[in-house]
């Protein structure tokens, strides 16, 4: 579970300083689902940086599991982000040379896992999101969809307790986004995933049960307990 | 996965690896370069110095040079006979002399090799032979007679005859060549050590004072001496048994003799005029010559590299060139390399702020990333020193199939055997040229360094990019992608 307390975030640019969070209080229950949305300049990616341990916030705590993600070491919070947190990038941020299986290993590196059982969950994370036949390929051979499916293969790869998305379809085209978030969502059920999704899309900010508005660093939370989500419409997900 | 991700990351950018590749093998290059030019420089003055010590000694002890004292010119005089009228026969006269005038008491010989350090000690004596060949006619007296009066001054008589001298004249031949006693129990140290006896025999231990002589080969072939020729000095009538080759020069002695020969040839008994030493270890050279300088007083010491400072001419110039503006140039040169490696490293870092931070953000540890930096530099650096390698070895036997001619003129510091036989009586230096080939071999050592070099350049460059993106923090770097 994640808890927020008075998170502030402060940069400073030559003599401004610009507050980006503004004593933010925020709790997210182990398998809930969030989405924020506000405005370019926010302080949305701000935010999915406190709660993904990217960054740590000017004042106030970042809790995961009664651990402040704001005070403990940095090799703590690499090895917390390494378990426990998967992130998907809007741009996808693939490694250019390595392949889609190779891409995907890349996320059990840090655990220690041995290479013979990362390449095999690695297949079977690519072959979970479709992507079977193209575990040889590099993504300038993979379309916008399969680099963002090789992404999340990426992030889910190593079961983490939560998922972390910054504007996944921001890049696609709205078939392709329908079908990536079809697939998000369909695993989010399917692991009872912690999911937080940042999101300039209305269309898919009106599906989540809950939303946060953030604007000008301050945070407003809507409950959507009615709301339509794309995995009762997607095609069927397959667990791996 | 380092393995796979570091081959991918270095074939994607090949232009710049060859581009850091390259600064750094021109680097490495050039230092082997000038090393194995610099080795092929201090083996040409090696081998200029052995022709001048012969191969094992380390130093020579001569006597300190003093002023002449008044009196004594140090030229060589020569007295001829007035003969009888008519008699016109040839006169002939040796002059001996050691050389430089300056000789030191054989007993020292023994004082010099009880010196701590010092593992052997070997006498002899240099000296300069001049021959005058020639003969005086005497002019004729002949009275003038009829009617000549004789226009003198004050004093003159007049009208008495005036006898006048007609006729007579001299006509000599100078001849001047050197003696190098030597101490025929001991030849590897010593005058004889550097030349190869090429016919005949050396001297036995035995014949400490035989009437036998050893000839230089360009002086035997002057004389038309052979083995088994004779000839005389100062009326002793000496036997040709050998023919001695200087190993790389022709600035040796033109006569050996024994020892005592010698010395009573130069009318210096138990003299000597240099001492051939041989130091126990090459490295305490130093140490022993201050032994000596401290212990035996009178006496100067001459270190091959005292002799070495002596050399001039394109070998010491080159050599200069070498050592001086060679060595700062591969540093400069390296220098340059290293720089351009490492801001190319560092900026290649930066370009891939959104890779590193995408790692970051997986949980890659710092040390990971830096790693994986320093890897893809140290293959440029090696891919640098391989290419670096083949260039310098390239380089050097390209010099060695050249084989530039240096010349090596020698000026000698008055000990030592180095006079040769332009050295004449009293003269204190003597210069002698010798022409070297220059080669240019590449020790284990300079590849070892090469190799040092290269591991060196790979990890500074890749400290610098290492430590650039072990400071990125994931969110800055995902930021910087938007």
Not at chain 1, 72 to 77: G, P, T
Not at chain 1, 219 to 238: D, F, N, S
Not at chain 2, 82 to 100: I, L
Not at chain 2, 267 to 282: C, G, L, W
């Amino acid at each position: 579970m994640y808890r927020l307390t008075g998170v502030t975030k402060r940069y400073t640019r030559g003599k401004e300083t610009v507050e980006a969070l503004r004593g933010v209080d925020l709790t997210i229950e182990d398998g809930d689902q969030l989405v924020i949305q506000g405005p370019t300049g926010g302080g949305k990616s701000t935010l999915l940086q406190m709660i993904g341990g990217l960054d740590r916030p000017s004042t106030g705590s970042v809790e995961l599991d009664g651990v402040d993600l704001a005070t403990i070491s940095e090799a703590k919070l690499t090895r917390l982000r390494a378990e426990k947190i998967g992130i998907i990038f809007q741009a996808f941020n693939l490694i250019p040379t390595l392949t889609a299986q190779e891409n995907v290993e890349t996320a059990l590196v840090p655990l220690g896992v041995k290479p013979a059982e990362r390449r095999e969950r690695a297949a079977e994370a690519l072959r979970s999101v479709g992507l079977g036949e193209r575990l040889g390929h590099v993504p300038t051979e993979l379309s916008g969809g399969q680099q963002q499916r090789v992404a999340i293969a990426r992030a889910l790869v190593k079961k983490p307790k939560v998922l972390l998305a910054d504007e996944p379809t921001g890049n696609l085209d709205e078939g392709t986004r329908d079908d990536i978030m079809g697939l998000l969502e369909g695993l989010w059920h399917e692991y009872g995933l912690t999911f937080v999704m940042v999101t300039h899309d209305s269309s898919i900010a009106r599906r989540a049960p809950r939303l946060a508005t953030i604007k000008a660093g301050q945070i407003t939370l809507t409950e959507q307990p009615g709301a339509r989500q794309y995995a009762q419409q997607a095609p069927g997900v397959r667990a791996y | 996965m380092f393995g796979i991700y570091l081959k991918r990351e270095l074939s994607r950018r090949k232009k710049a690896a060859l581009v850091i590749a390259l600064g750094l093998a021109l680097g490495i290059a050039l230092v082997i370069t000038v090393n194995s030019v610099s080795a092929g420089m201090t083996q040409a003055q090696d081998k200029v110095l052995q022709s001048l010590y012969g191969l094992g000694t380390d130093m020579t002890v001569t006597k300190a040079r003093t002023a002449p004292t008044s009196g004594s010119s140090g030229r060589p005089n020569f007295q001829f006979d007035a003969k009888s009228e008519d008699d016109d026969s040839t006169q002939s006269s040796d002059r001996v002399m050691t050389q430089g005038g300056q000789a030191l008491a054989s007993s020292l010989v023994a004082k010099v090799a009880a010196q701590q350090g010092v593992s052997s000690a070997v006498g002899a004596l240099s000296l300069n032979v001049t021959k005058v060949d020639g003969s005086f006619t005497q002019g004729k007296a002949k009275s003038s007679t009829s009617g000549q009066s004789n226009q003198g001054g004050p004093g003159g008589s007049s009208g008495g005859s005036m006898p006048q001298v007609q006729g007579g004249g001299a006509s000599f031949d100078v001849n001047s060549y050197s003696v190098g006693g030597v101490d025929v129990t001991d030849q590897d140290l010593g005058p004889l050590s550097t030349s190869k006896i090429t016919s005949g025999r050396t001297f036995t231990a035995a014949e400490t004072n035989a009437k036998l002589a050893v000839v230089g080969k360009s002086y035997a072939k002057e004389n038309k001496y052979k083995v088994g020729s004779t000839f005389k000095i100062s009326g002793t009538k000496y036997t040709v048994i050998g023919i001695a080759t200087p190993d790389s020069s022709d600035s040796t002695t033109d006569v050996y003799l024994p020892l005592k020969q010698a010395q009573t040839l130069g009318d210096a008994k138990n003299k000597v005029t240099t001492i051939y030493v041989k130091a126990t270890d090459s490295k305490q050279i130093d140490t022993v010559k201050a032994t000596i300088q401290k212990n035996i007083s009178g006496t100067t010491v001459t270190t091959s590299a005292d002799l070495a400072e002596t050399v001039s001419g394109s070998l010491s110039t080159a050599s200069d060139l070498a050592t001086s503006v060679g060595k700062w140039l591969s540093i400069a040169v390296l220098a340059a390399a290293f720089l351009v490696a490492a801001l190319l490293t560092s900026s290649a870092v930066s370009r891939r702020v959104r890779e590193f931070g995408t790692l970051k953000a997986l949980g890659w540890p710092s040390r990971r990333v830096t790693r994986q930096v320093v890897g893809e530099s140290m293959v440029n650096g090696l891919l640098g020193g391989a290419l670096g390698i083949g260039l310098g070895l390239a380089a050097a036997y390209t010099v060695t199939a050249i084989s530039p001619k240096l010349t090596a003129q020698l000026g000698s510091t008055g000990g030592g055997m180095g006079g040769g036989p332009g050295g004449g009586p009293g003269q204190q230096s003597a210069q002698n040229t010798m022409e070297i080939a220059l080669s240019a071999p590449v020790s284990a050592t300079t590849i070892a360094l090469a190799v040092g070099l290269a591991v060196a350049g790979g990890l500074i460059a890749g400290a610098m990019g290492g430590w650039r993106a072990s400071r990125m923090r994931p969110a800055d770097a995902l930021r910087s992608v938007s």
